[in-house]
């Protein structure tokens, strides 16, 4: 077996590892949190104001400040480009986004990928809302929001006043999430 198929194969199965130990650790969490209010729930406080307070780089490397969107509603997404659900629901939030956006709304995608991939994504795919990149380490963000078992894709939603009032792991559609959105704005 050449290197190069050597380390595929060993990439792929750490892959799956990684996946089943997620998946198994993760399944209580996505149970409990799939379709979590947040409104007076604890510590959510404290995970707003790590969002606010947390700047990432959007895929040409300039730095973004999640701050500058407060007082807008806000649906910050975690995402990957080799998460299949993730891809699936991300067509939905560009129409919501065209729809809604003039109302306030703005999405904001988090992936925890490689800005060319995230780029070649957008492009492919039309996003018309802010993008930033994460390494592994933006999990830790989701998790003071609840994504205990660090699932893709999780969603946090944020009213004009920066409360985190709704979170969710598993994949939003236009006819979940419009609902909500329509209360916010």
């Excluded at 040409?60 to 910050?76: D, S, Y």
């Excluded at 039309?126 to 999780?154: C, H, Q, T, W």
Aim: proline share 6%.
């Amino acid at each position: 077996m050449s290197p190069a198929l050597r380390r595929r194969a060993v990439l792929a199965g750490a892959g799956i590892a990684a996946a089943s130990a997620g998946l198994a650790g993760g399944w209580y969490t996505l149970r409990r949190y799939r379709d979590g209010a947040a409104g007076n729930t604890p510590g959510m406080a404290e995970a707003s104001a790590a969002f606010f307070a947390t700047t990432l780089p959007d895929p040409e490397g300039t730095p973004q400040a999640f701050a500058q969107w407060k007082g807008q509603v806000i649906v910050a997404n975690f995402w990957a480009t080799w998460c299949v659900p993730c891809r699936e629901e991300m067509p939905h939030f560009v129409k919501m986004q065209d729809h809604y956006g003039k109302r306030g709304l703005t999405f904001v995608g988090i992936a925890i990928d490689k800005p060319e991939r995230v780029s070649r994504f957008a492009k492919e795919i039309g996003v018309n809302y802010p993008l930033l990149i994460g390494d592994m380490s933006v999990f830790e963000l989701a998790r003071k929001a609840g994504n205990l078992g660090d699932l893709l894709p999780y969603t946090v939603i944020f009213d004009r006043s920066g409360k985190i009032v709704a979170r969710r792991a598993g994949i939003y559609t236009e006819a979940t999430l419009s609902p909500l959105i329509e209360k916010l704005l």
